[in-house]
């Protein structure tokens, strides 16, 4: 039976927070060979070239390097994933574990299907939005690992309608929507007018996602620092996003993508996956908040009321 | 490890034959018949003519091959791409002239003569090519670096292969008539190509000699179209009786420049 000693936990929860960096990293990559045009340079997979080490020169370094990237964030995936499985005792962190492994498993082979594929716009897009559906798992599971969610939370109601969770939520659902067009817009999927009109759209719910979080939980200071982070790196990626388009326009003539081309639109899409993330914490950050009153008020009680609050989460799966 | 990756094959491989299968069936449609009449040859006419530029040419940078050694090593000086090629008195290279519309259903026989692309100093040689359906094109790397050939059709068959130095050049046929399939190495992001997919004998690709000869044209009323990959594409209307000969000028104007080409499905990034 798995046991969460203190020590346990918090090593599971840094090696969680490390995978989550080292993907952070991994879509660096994937917006590295995306931008260099490297997208095609190593014909095959999951040989590159008919070997496992291939030329490294021109554009198979980006595409070679994302691969590489790929395959130690894939290992430390299914390290984390056993790992959770051994020491932790939360049905929910476990399913998480695996549900990552089974996310960076299934990128591997879009990533594939994207390489081998003739026209890749749907593949490629698919295989960006995957990407980020995996980040966000390791990073709401980095969350639901560290000391934070499962220390004693102070109270916190919300009266409002909706409720600032489901705005949260909300906010999280569109932000990814509008990752996901931004992706389908740089693989040549669709034109960048739905990325713009989402652009509005995700203003509008970060602007109300962080007006009911400070209105409605004024002493809440992890909501409150969630909601800067939130803010932050929106403004970042709003100001991204006007470089990135200035860069674009700009490199329409050349005939190979300048380094400043690359570097604003990668930046722009990190910026897109942080923010994305950011939301993501927050989200479920107010969920534990908020719905974790009542357990963190019976744990303020009695140790054996905590017992019985665990036996309850882990019953409620 | 090994076992993943031989689930990620299995995985792959099984979503590929189900991808296969539907674009299999597709492929199923039945044809129209082939036409069987051929040119009369003793009524056959000739329209040709010339290309020229009006005005400067324009400048492009010249290209960045710092990330590939081998590249350095080929091209001493810095080369600017080829985008517009002239020779003298404004005479325009690599266009390509057409017979766009007004051709009845004949029959012609399929070159069995590869057309050449050659991969030379980590650029396209030539830049412009053209085919008849069904005519083998040939690729050779005669380059001291690996590349990949990757077309980009909108209606021929998809296609991306690595072609190492030293190996063997490889013969592709196209099956489906088709205007300007780019086709890049995502190796050396500025190498740049055009393949012209015709489903007739009548075109031309003009050297710097800014000529062109469409030879052999059955009587009727052409729409002739020229094409060049940085200022677009220009129409005429010729009426070319029996044996009669026709010549005819395009003219493109410097400061009027097109790009025609936005990459469908390696990124956002607007080259050419």
């Known amino acids: 039976m798995p046991e969460n000693s203190p020590q346990a936990s918090r090593g599971v929860y840094r090696f969680a927070v490390f995978t989550s960096c080292c993907t952070v990293l991994l879509l660096m990559a994937g917006g590295l060979v995306t931008n260099n045009l490297a997208g095609d340079s190593v014909p095959d997979w999951p040989l590159a070239y008919g070997r496992l080490i291939p030329p490294l020169v021109g554009g198979i370094r980006f595409e070679y390097s994302h691969r590489v990237i ?43 299907i994207r390489v081998l594929e003739g026209d890749p716009a749907v593949s490629a897009t698919a295989h960006a939005a995957l990407a980020q559906i995996f980040f966000i798992t390791l990073a709401g599971l980095s969350l639901y690992l560290s000391p934070w969610w499962q220390s004693d939370l102070p109270t916190a109601s919300d009266s409002g309608s909706p409720r600032a969770a489901s705005i949260a939520a909300w906010t999280t659902v569109v932000i990814f929507l509008q990752v996901v067009l931004g992706a389908a817009f740089r693989h040549g999927a669709i034109g960048i007018i739905p990325h713009l009109i989402g652009a509005g759209i995700v203003t509008a719910l970060v602007v109300w996602t962080g007006r009911a979080v400070k209105r409605r939980f004024p002493g809440a200071r992890d909501l409150r620092r969630g909601v800067v982070w939130l803010h932050s790196f929106f403004g970042l990626q709003v100001l991204l996003g006007f ?28 910026g897109g996956a942080l923010l994305l993330a950011s939301s993501t914490l927050l989200t479920l950050a107010c969920f534990r908040v908020v719905r974790g009153a009542s357990r963190a008020e019976g744990s303020l009680a009695e140790p054996a009321q905590r017992a019985a609050a665990g036996s309850a989460e882990r019953a409620g799966g | 490890m090994r076992i993943h990756s031989l689930g990620f094959m299995a995985a792959a491989v099984l979503a590929f034959g189900i991808s296969g299968c539907g674009r299999k069936s597709a492929e199923k449609n039945v044809p129209p018949p082939a036409p069987t009449a051929v040119v009369n040859p003793a009524t056959a006419g000739t329209i040709s003519g010339n290309v020229v530029l009006d005005g400067p040419v324009p400048s492009f940078h010249p290209i960045d091959m710092s990330a590939e050694p081998a590249c350095v090593q080929a091209n001493p000086t810095p080369v600017i791409p080829p985008i ?48 008849v359906e069904g005519q083998p094109l040939e690729i050779r790397n005669s380059d001291a670096t690996v590349h990949n050939i990757h077309p980009m059709p909108r209606i021929n068959h998809a296609w991306n292969r690595s072609e190492e130095p030293g190996s063997p050049p490889f013969r592709v046929t196209f099956d489906h008539p088709e205007t300007a399939i780019p086709i890049m190495c995502n190796v050396h992001p500025w190498m740049r190509a055009y393949l012209f997919v015709f489903d007739n004998p009548y075109f031309a690709v003009t050297a710097k000699t800014g000529t062109f000869e469409l030879k052999g044209l059955p009587p009727g009323t052409y729409t002739i179209e020229a094409w060049q990959e940085h200022f677009g594409i220009q129409d005429q209307t010729v009426t070319l009786g029996p044996k009669e000969s026709k010549s005819i000028s395009f003219v493109y104007r410097s400061d009027r420049s097109h790009w025609n080409y936005r990459p469908r499905s390696s990124g956002g990034h607007g080259v050419e």
């Open chain 2, 84 to 131: 517009v090629v002239t020779g003298e008195h404004g005479a325009l290279a690599n266009v390509v002239v057409y017979v766009k519309a007004g051709l009845g259903e004949y029959r012609y026989d399929v070159p069995q003569t590869p057309a050449l692309l050659d991969q030379k100093g980590c650029m396209y040689d030539p830049r412009v090519v053209a085919v």
């Open chain 1, 243 to 270: 470089a990135a388009w200035w860069a674009m326009t700009s490199a329409l003539a050349a005939v190979q993508p300048t380094a400043l081309f690359v570097t604003l639109t990668v930046a722009h899409v990190l």
């Open chain 1, 70 to 112: 790929a395959g130690v964030v894939s290992i430390l995936t299914l390290v984390l994933a056993i790992w959770i499985a051994r020491v932790e005792r939360r049905p929910v962190a476990r399913r998480l574990g695996w549900l990552a492994l089974g996310l960076v498993i299934a990128q591997a082979v879009l990533g594939g």
